[in-house]
């Protein structure tokens, strides 16, 4: 059974970072892309962050480029999301996902996590 489960998430103030994990089991993160996807209420749940397989090459959207870093580890078949210099709208709820193609189609994930809430203070 695959299983991605996020953790770091809480409340911070504007400025603050956080560091956020997605650790996966059933699954070899290595073996596919991975985005990290934020919701707000009454909004879509967007991509902010991706990481591809298997090259590892990175793509953000332009609302935390410079402040957020993606990565993973393999060792510990975990992804993570680096939140540096957070501001109030950055707040939602995080999720990370995997594929096996390289998108930011949310319907084309095939496997996601429960979700993380952050909230940024201002």
């Known amino acids: 059974q695959v299983r991605l489960v996020e953790s770091g998430g809480g409340l911070v103030q504007a400025g603050d970072s956080l560091r956020l994990s997605c650790a996966a089991s059933?699954?070899?993160?290595?073996?596919?892309?991975v985005g990290w996807f934020r919701q707000t209420p009454g909004k879509e749940r967007d991509v902010v962050a991706r990481?591809?397989?298997?090259?590892?090459?990175?793509d953000y959207a332009d609302s935390v480029k410079g402040r957020f870093t993606i990565s993973r580890d393999s060792a510990k078949n975990t992804m993570y999301l680096q939140m540096n210099s957070l501001k109030p709208e950055d707040t939602g709820v995080y999720y990370c996902?995997?594929?096996?193609?390289?998108?930011?189609?949310?319907?084309?994930?095939?496997?996601w996590g429960q979700g993380t809430q952050v909230t940024v203070s201002s």
């Open positions: 996902a995997a594929t096996q193609r390289w998108t930011t189609n949310r319907a084309l994930y095939d496997y």
């Open positions: 990481i591809r397989w298997p090259n590892s090459s990175t």
């Open positions: 059933g699954l070899t993160l290595d073996s596919y892309s």
